[in-house]
């Protein structure tokens, strides 16, 4: 190695020797029975609509622990020698689930080997479902337990008090089978969630009003915050005031899986006496818990229900944190590290007192070289942007992440730090932190101070600052064990007990990772039986959703789910599907067999921009029926315009520009980043849009769509958007 082109304090680094990982603490010993239930749950997603039930393909039934055994497909305390580990574990065509099929994961593959390991101790039986929930052939059975659940505990709540009231449940996983520590895990995950996205000081335990099943959660908003309304509301540019809409309303505007049951008594008895008074957004008389903890902890819900300001600097004055004046009067402290187990290149963290607690601060960098080199001076340096972590009034952890200008961020660039928890490795703000930091602060060996104690000769920055900003160890130590107590703590009182685990992990990987199979697919229905199921979806009505592979034992993905799930409830008569049109998460809702055609598209082909470029965008209607369109604008930062409201009228055949033609085009500017444009449409007259606009919170466009009205006497729903289509384009400037 050339000397002459180290820097001294690198020089410095190679006299003390051997640099130091973040250290690793041993694994506490997981219990068979926990091992067990991790397996069978993966076996039950992936293994078990060819090897379980009546179709067992190869004689093999997944969850036959002892059938396994016998076929030798398993070695108990051998997992190496065991024929099932070889088969998932294979890189060729051999590999089990086959080709077609999402494999296992590499943690699913180490949950096999732990089970197999530890002696394939036995399966736990599946957690017994409700009486109510077992009348055969009963369709809507479970849903009408949770309904009637709720109302029964509405009725006990005060009058003043129903309108804050909220509900979750984990009914459905019931219906495709889970054990008992399965429950648990996404009890726990859950309450985990609401208390990572509350500025209340004390932690919340949801209350569950099902007892002995335990599957539904009762909250009061006020309790985590909940119940403030940030919006004020615009028509184009006019303030209509202040709206209703409250931060738990931006749940509802982009759950997926909401049906109105026009068929139930219990339902209607909960619009009357429950719904009507709460004035939701849209009237979900409960979500779905796994959806909650898996989505809402994501960017966009996840900056919005915490309010995180756009800045890092607005987030420090938000905490009571002057960084500046702190590294000046020597109140900061820092420690770097060249490996963090989480970014690929050095890594300086930064402690602060807050108004909450603490407030640490990461630097990151893409590479090591130059002034990206935290060794070439670890005061003054380059980062490539940053993660912040603080902490709430309840003890638990805030998360942010920030570009090199202060910028907030809802995705890490992956060629600086990665999520090893996450399929794509992408680092997502919220929730890839929150698994990661399961005890809440993560140790590490500070390299710098050191290499800075035998340092030779002169270096070109300040000694002395560098020693009093990187502490001696013990020092870090000190903090890193008081900030963890505070976070242990706070999961005590959660939980009632000490964390063993972290159960975001799988419950969020369960969700948005895991395969649906048919059985799944109904629980997620409300059915409590899907023999039927599989002959529906093979009909001619539902051949065109994409869900065929259901029919064969195959399996769908969750955004292909996700996408036909409206579409299957109104096929299958279960009711009136609350589609998320005003939801920021799904971009596009096409109308299956809509009547009509419309197009949307700028003047460029791939809607890529150079500054300088002019823009126009262009709506066709390629059919025979008037339609009425709205045009939205978004900015990279969230901001929404209406460009043309939904009074405007396209005829058959017709194309309308904007802006409109003798106007002046939009001039493309630099530096803007992505923007959208949305398109709503329709053959027939809907509500026109509304900007919702606030304090640090983005933008939503919102409109009447479903909402409860009294006739006749009795509440009904009015305005079903069952023929609106949403469309956008992604506008991205060089």
């Known amino acids: 190695m050339n000397r002459l082109f180290l820097s001294p304090l690198f020089v410095a680094i190679l006299a003390v020797g051997p640099l130091f990982a973040q250290p690793k603490e041993p694994a506490a010993k997981e219990k068979p029975e926990v091992l067990a239930s991790r397996a069978k749950e993966i076996f039950r997603a992936h293994c078990l609509e060819c090897h379980g039930g009546a179709k067992a393909n190869g004689g093999v039934k997944i969850l036959d622990r002892e059938l396994l055994v016998k076929k030798e497909k398993i070695v108990p305390g051998k997992p190496d020698d065991s024929y099932l580990v070889q088969l998932i574990s294979a890189d060729d065509d051999t590999v089990m689930p086959p080709s077609g099929q999402p494999k296992l994961n590499p943690q699913d593959i180490e949950s096999i080997r732990k089970w197999i390991a530890a002696g394939a101790p036995d399966f736990p039986a599946d957690a017994a479902k409700p009486a109510a929930e077992q009348t055969a052939g009963q369709q809507n059975a479970g849903v009408e337990y949770v309904l009637k659940k709720i109302l029964a505990h509405v009725r006990e ?62 909250i009061d908003l ?110 900061a402290k820092r420690a770097g590290m060249t490996v963090s187990g989480v970014s690929h290149n050095n890594r300086v963290v930064e402690r602060h007192n807050s108004r909450h607690g603490y407030y640490w601060k990461s630097f990151d960098f893409k590479s090591n070289r130059g002034p990206e080199n935290m060794f070439k001076d670890p005061i003054d340096f380059k980062e490539s942007g940053g993660e912040m972590l603080f902490s709430l009034p309840n003890g638990l952890n805030g998360y942010y992440v920030a570009d090199n200008k202060g910028n907030r961020l809802e995705f890490a660039p992956t060629e600086i730090v990665v999520d090893k928890f996450a399929e794509d490795k992408t680092v997502r703000n919220g929730l890839s932190c929150i698994r990661c930091h399961d005890n809440g602060i993560k140790g590490f060996v500070d390299n710098v101070r050191p290499a800075l104690l035998n340092l030779p000769g002169v270096a070109a920055f300040d000694k002395r600052e560098a020693l009093l900003l990187y502490p001696e160890q013990k020092m870090m130590n000190e903090h890193l064990k008081e900030d963890t107590t505070r976070f242990t703590d706070a999961m005590r009182k959660l939980f009632g007990k000490p964390a063993t685990r972290e159960p975001l992990i799988p419950v969020s990987h369960r969700y948005a990772d895991n395969p649906l199979t048919l059985t799944m697919a109904a629980g ?3 059915l409590t039986e899907s023999a039927d199921l599989r002959a529906i979806f093979r009909s001619p009505a539902f051949t065109g959703l994409g869900l065929l592979p259901l029919t064969n034992g195959g399996v769908v993905r969750r955004d292909a789910w996700e996408e036909y799930f409206d579409q299957a409830v109104r096929g299958l008569g279960l009711g009136i599907p609350v589609v998320p049109l005003d939801g920021d ?57 209406i460009l043309l409201n939904s009074k405007t009228r396209l005829e058959p055949g017709k194309s309308l520009h904007f802006p409109e033609s003798g106007q002046p085009a939009i001039q493309i500017r630099g530096g803007l980043g992505r923007e959208q444009i949305t398109l709503f449409a329709s053959d027939m007259e809907f509500p026109a849009g509304k900007v919702l606009r606030g304090k640090d919170v983005t933008d939503r466009v919102i409109h009447e769509f479903q909402t409860l009205e009294r006739k006749d006497g009795r509440t009904v729903i009015v305005g079903d958007p069952a023929q609106v289509v949403k469309k956008t384009l992604e506008i991205e400037t060089k």
Request: charged share 25%.
């Open 222 to 331: 006020r309790q985590l915050g909940w119940h403030i309304a940030p919006f004020e509301a615009y028509d184009g540019r006019l303030n209509l005031g202040k709206s209703r809409v409250n931060l738990h309303d931006l749940a509802l505007l982009e759950y997926p899986y909401a049906i109105l049951y026009k068929d139930s008594e219990t339902f209607d008895r909960l619009a009357e006496e429950y719904l009507v008074q709460a004035e939701m957004a849209r009237p979900i008389p409960f979500v779905r818990a796994d959806w909650f903890s898996s989505v809402a902890t994501l960017p966009g819900l996840y900056d919005d229900f915490l309010q995180l300001p756009r800045t890092l600097a607005e987030l420090e004055m938000k905490l009571g944190v002057d960084s500046a004046a702190n590294i000046r009067d020597h109140l």
């Open 585 to 641: 998460i799904r971009r596009d809702f096409p109308v299956v067999n809509a009547p009509f055609q419309v197009e949307l598209k700028t003047n460029k082909k791939n809607n890529v921009f150079e500054p300088g470029d002019e823009m126009r965008v262009t709506i066709t209607n390629k059919s025979e029926k008037t339609l009425y369109v709205e045009l939205i604008g978004t900015s990279a930062k969230g901001r929404k315009v």
């Open 524 to 526: 997620e229905l409300g």
């Open 157 to 218: 709540q005060k009058p003043e008090d129903r309108r804050f009231m909220r509900y979750f449940s984990i009914n459905h996983l019931l219906v495709g089978g889970a054990t008992a520590d399965e429950l648990e895990l996404h009890r726990e995950a859950f309450g985990k969630a609401i208390n990572h996205l509350s500025w209340e000081t004390t932690i919340v335990r949801p209350q569950m009003i099902d007892a002995p099943a335990n599957t539904i959660f009762a």
